[in-house]
């Protein structure tokens, strides 16, 4: 084949492995459940690997069980290429998540071998383990960037109370080796994640493929509200001190919250809402929520939290409650390089595909590895915005413009 000719992915061979690795940790509700280091997971990482060495990969394991395929680069001493995301599902997953980055990454780099090109820089294309936090964390990208600690090694755990280090030592893997799996920033010069968008934007707007300039953070609160429990039939409506009324205020002033002191980027979500003691004939006396609020801006995020106190606040004096909350997690929003960003924007552009810039309201492995490393993601549009279920889907079309932009980018940053 001649050097200039032009390299093409094929949507079947992609399909083809879509629907192979799709039946990898099948349930009986047609919902895939290959958690984090499972046998399916396992099942899984064995599959990719004997795919990545077909097309011409050179494989590999680090301590973390990332699943490595190497193409070699003609000047070994640049910072390489690195191509991720994850095979890993949460319980009752489509077969899109995670998954099209590793599968479309790997089409392309099995095009461009297969056409005998070689690449300036090596490349790396790594499926990261356990993206989804069954152990709490992204132990394999955490890993992959140093951030793993021998405490957080001690005490990661996931829902069942099952430690990381027992479900690893099922598979003869040791989890003292995650601390062995730490890359040197100085040999990483670029990440490219593929991503299903799990989000309804693509779709609504009718584009193929989304460029993604900033991955927006998120801080959750757990919140407790406290009044007294009485009885419903004999404490007049104005001797109450109901907790639940303090929620549905403050429910209420969400909305007003965000526009006054939020982006048209800002979210905010009560996903669950406990009352005490929970009984119909008793007025709640206690209320614990959760609250998830995300904004691409940290300003943004923190002029929010001081909004939503102040809220709470004025709520729990006016209805006699007294209000408590505990910051269960702050994640700082991460910008996609910009220079990154615009090698895959013209790369979108050369592709002819319909394709805007956007943000991701969702955390990825991208979101870890930009701490030591310069980062960009593909976004193709997910059917109906699902995502973390048996009906996440993308159009076939739109599969392969992602693979197409992918291929264009790879072919920008590591040739
Ligand atoms: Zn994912």
């Known amino acids: 084949m001649a050097a200039d000719e032009e390299v ?16 990898i940790g099948r349930g009986e509700d047609g919902g895939l459940y290959r958690m984090a280091f499972t046998a399916a997971d396992m099942e899984g990482k064995a599959w990719l690997e004997a795919k990545m060495k077909e097309a011409g990969l050179e494989t590999s394991r680090d301590g973390a069980c990332n699943v490595i395929g190497r193409m070699e680069g003609e000047e070994s001493d640049l910072p390489i290429l690195v191509i991720g995301s994850h095979i890993d599902t949460v319980p009752c997953a489509g077969i899109l998540d995670g998954t099209l980055g590793v599968l479309s990454g790997l089409e392309c780099l099995r095009a461009l071998h297969a056409a005998g090109k070689k690449p300036k820089r090596s490349i790396e294309l790594i499926a990261f383990s ?43 893997l040791d989890v003292w080796q995650t601390l062995q799996a730490r890359r040197d920033p100085a040999t990483l010069g670029a990440y490219l994640e593929l991503h299903i968008e799990q989000g309804p934007v693509l779709s609504e707007m009718q584009e193929q493929v989304g460029v993604v300039e900033v991955i927006t953070g998120l801080f959750k609160w757990s919140v407790t509200l406290s009044g007294e429990p009485n009885h419903a ?20 002033e969400l909305p007003r919250l965000i526009d006054e002191n939020g982006s048209d980027k800002s979210r905010a979500t009560i996903g669950r809402v406990e009352l005490m003691p929970g009984s119909p004939n008793t007025v709640p006396g206690e209320a614990r929520f959760s609250i998830d609020v995300r904004d691409t801006d940290e300003t943004v995020m923190i002029e929010l939290s001081t909004a939503l106190k102040k809220a709470l606040v004025a709520i729990a004096r006016r209805r006699g409650l007294h209000f408590n909350y505990d910051v269960e997690s702050w994640i700082h929003p991460v910008d996609c390089d910009p220079e990154l960003v615009e090698q895959v924007d013209l790369a979108a552009k050369d592709s002819g595909v319909r394709y805007r810039r956007m943000e991701s309201g969702a955390a990825h492995d991208a979101q870890i590895i930009a701490k030591v490393c310069p980062v960009v993601m593909i ?37």
């Open 8 to 23: 093409n992915i094929s949507i079947e061979r992609l399909s083809a492995d879509l629907r192979e690795l799709g039946d």
């Open 130 to 172: 356990d993206e989804e936090g069954r152990f709490g964390g992204m132990i394999g990208s955490q890993s992959f960037a140093g951030q793993v600690t021998p405490d957080l090694i001690h005490h990661a755990s996931d829902l069942d109370g099952i430690k990381l280090s027992d479900a690893m030592n099922e598979h003869g």
């Open 379 to 415: 976004f193709v549009p997910s059917k109906d915005g699902k995502s973390h279920s048996p009906a996440e889907w993308t159009a076939y079309d739109d599969i392969e413009a992602g693979a197409k932009v992918m291929l264009k980018s790879i072919e920008r940053l590591a040739f």
């Open 233 to 252: 039939g004999t404490t007049p409506m104005g001797m109450r001190r109901d907790a639940f009324m303090g929620v549905a205020d403050f429910a209420h």
